[in-house]
């Protein structure tokens, strides 16, 4: 039975999220901007917290961890690589860690370039994964400690999942992505439907996220490096995929 997804608005548009197993009750959180919409999004529905995972150390995505941990007990998790810059951690993972919530499995990715220990959570069997800063619906995250060059692999990492994955990623920056996608693929059709879909999701105050990786793969520019109308938008048509999206995280940092 695929765990149930609950997505709860944080801070100013940071996104926290909670997985269930409604068979053994285990509830884990991913990323705790601020403890109070997440102990209100469990008290709403008698849940119990036992994990709280972690995938960067920026303070939007841990500031509320102690105060979740003292409420609730909950187990903190999150990558080795970032341990002395994380809260005490009670497993500290790597890729090649093994862990579950309920009976499903959960894979640890690191995904280095917006901070050089981030990992993302992909959980197979419920189909999800959670991009904290790597991978965000229709962009990335700007390139704080890595490169552009280790940014590109972890996309490229994340790429390769499944299509009908869902990205569950730490903030609504759609809006913004999308108008700097729309400058390098004007045409783009797929674009278009999800610049459409993400306008009709922002005036009635809903998230953008969740969203499939399959149009991800169609419309977010930053997995699009290797598509010949995206080079020539770029002025790149020859250079090869990892220095045209170098270029385009440039670009847009000053978009
Ligand atoms: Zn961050
Ligand atoms: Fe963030």
Redesign the pocket.
């Known amino acids: 039975m695929p765990l149930e997804l609950v997505t709860i608005p944080c801070l100013t548009d940071n996104y926290a999220y909670l997985v269930h197993d409604g068979i053994s009750g285990q509830t884990a959180v991913v990323d705790v901007p601020e403890a109070g919409p997440i102990l209100a999004a469990l008290n709403l529905r008698g849940w119990t917290l036992s994990d709280i995972l972690i995938t960067?150390h920026?303070s939007?995505?841990i500031a509320g961890v102690e105060e979740l941990r003292a409420a609730t007990g909950a187990m903190v998790l999150g990558a080795a690589a970032d341990a002395h810059r994380l809260p005490p951690l009670d497993h500290a993972l790597t890729e090649a860690s093994h862990f579950a919530i309920g009976a499903e499995g959960v894979r640890v990715i690191d995904v280095p370039g917006?901070?050089v220990g981030h990992i993302a959570y992909h959980f197979p069997d419920s189909g999800l994964v959670f991009t904290?800063?790597s991978l965000m619906a229709g962009g990335c995250?700007r390139l704080?400690e890595g490169t552009a060059a280790q940014m590109h692999a972890s996309l490229q990492k994340l790429s390769l999942l499944p299509p009908d994955t869902l990205v569950c990623s730490?903030h609504e920056y759609s809006t913004a992505n999308l108008a700097f996608a729309a400058t390098l693929e004007p045409g783009n059709g797929a674009l278009i439907s999800r610049r459409a879909e993400v306008a009709a999701l922002r005036s009635s105050g809903k998230p953008t996220v969740p969203v499939r990786l399959g149009v991800e793969q169609q419309t977010n520019p930053f997995l699009r490096a290797m598509v010949p109308a995206v080079k020539a938008a770029l002025g790149m048509a020859d250079a090869d995929d990892a220095r045209v999206f170098a270029e385009m995280r440039t670009r847009k940092n000053s978009f």
């Open positions: 960067h920026h939007d995505h917006h901070t904290g800063d995250g704080f730490g």
